[in-house]
T-cell receptor
Framework: SQTIHQWPATLVQPVGSPLSLECTVE??????LYWYRQAAGRGLQLLFY??????ISSEVPQNLSASRPQDRQFILSSKKLLLSDSGFYLC????????????FGPGTRLLVL | DQQVKQNSPSLSVQEGRISILNCDYT??????FLWYKKYPAEGPTFLIS?????DKNEDGRFTVFLNKSAKHLSLHIVPSQPGDSAVYFC??????????FGGGTRLMVKP
C-alpha cells in the first residue's frame, strides 16, 4: 500500500530564516506530487505540482520554491521566510496518469515569528 | 475567481440526523468531484468521489449527489455520528490533473 510522509510535523522559525520541508511517498512509482498551504481558517491553496523528476510547476508567485530530486521525494524551500508564510503545509500525491484522487500527508505546521 | 464554493462555513447537526454539505462550482469542464474530511492538525482524508457522468454515488453512510445542470454537488451523511465532526472540503478535478478546493465547511455533530 502507498504511504506518504512529511517532516517535520511542527516548525517554529524566525522571520528571514531558511526553510526546508520534505515529503516522501512509498509504494508507488512516478506519482504526481503536490504542495498545498492551508492558512488559518481557510481552504487549501495549491502552491506547486510536479509530474516528474526535476519538473516543477508553480501556481502562485511567492518566496517559496519546490524541487523534486528523486521520483518520490518533494521538497518545499525558502531562502528567507516571511510572517505570511505561516500556515499548515500539505504534501499530496496522485497516480501519474489520469489519477483524479489525491492523497495527503499528515502536514507540517509552520509558525514564523 | 472561486471556481468551487462552499457557502456554509459551518453546520451543526444532532447525532443520528442527516448532515447535508453543499458545494457549487462554475467550471463546466470539471470531470470528477471529491469530498475530503479533515481533522485539526491532520492532512485531509479522501472520503468519496463521483464522476461527472453520474448523479449519485453511495458508500455506507456517505452519499454524494451531483446536479450538473445546477453545477451543484452535495454530501449526505446519515446517520451522523459525533466522530463525523470535522471540516469537509469538496474538490473538483480538471483534465490537467489539478484539484480545485472549496473553502471548507465545519461540521459539528452534537451527541
Amino acid at each position: 500500500s502507498q504511504t506518504i510522509h512529511q517532516w517535520p510535523a511542527t516548525l517554529v522559525q524566525p522571520v528571514g530564516s531558511p526553510l526546508s520541508l520534505e515529503c516522501t511517498v512509498e509504494g508507488t512509482s512516478n506519482p504526481n506530487l503536490y504542495w498545498y498551504r492551508q492558512a488559518a481558517g481557510r481552504g487549501l491553496q495549491l502552491l506547486f505540482y510536479s509530474v516528474g523528476i526535476g519538473q516543477i510547476s508553480s501556481e502562485v508567485p511567492q518566496n517559496l520554491s519546490a524541487s523534486r530530486p528523486q521520483d518520490r521525494q518533494f521538497i518545499l524551500s525558502s531562502k528567507k521566510l516571511l510572517l505570511s508564510d505561516s500556515g499548515f503545509y500539505l504534501c499530496a500525491w496522485s497516480v501519474g496518469a489520469g489519477g483524479e484522487t489525491q492523497y495527503f500527508g499528515p502536514g507540517t505546521r509552520l509558525l514564523v515569528l | 475567481d472561486q471556481q468551487v464554493k462552499q457557502n456554509s462555513p459551518s453546520l451543526s447537526v444532532q447525532e443520528g440526523r442527516i448532515s447535508i454539505l453543499n458545494c457549487d462550482y462554475t467550471n463546466s469542464m470539471f470531470d470528477y468531484f471529491l469530498w475530503y474530511k479533515k481533522y485539526p492538525a491532520e492532512g485531509p482524508t479522501f472520503l468519496i468521489s463521483i464522476s461527472s457522468i453520474k448523479d449519485k454515488n453511495e458508500d455506507g453512510r456517505f452519499t454524494v449527489f451531483l446536479n450538473k445542470s445546477a453545477k451543484h454537488l452535495s454530501l449526505h451523511i446519515v446517520p451522523s455520528q459525533p466522530g463525523d465532526s470535522a471540516v469537509y472540503f469538496c474538490a473538483a478535478h480538471n483534465a490537467g490533473n489539478m484539484l480545485t478546493f472549496g473553502g471548507g465547511t465545519r461540521l459539528m455533530v452534537k451527541p
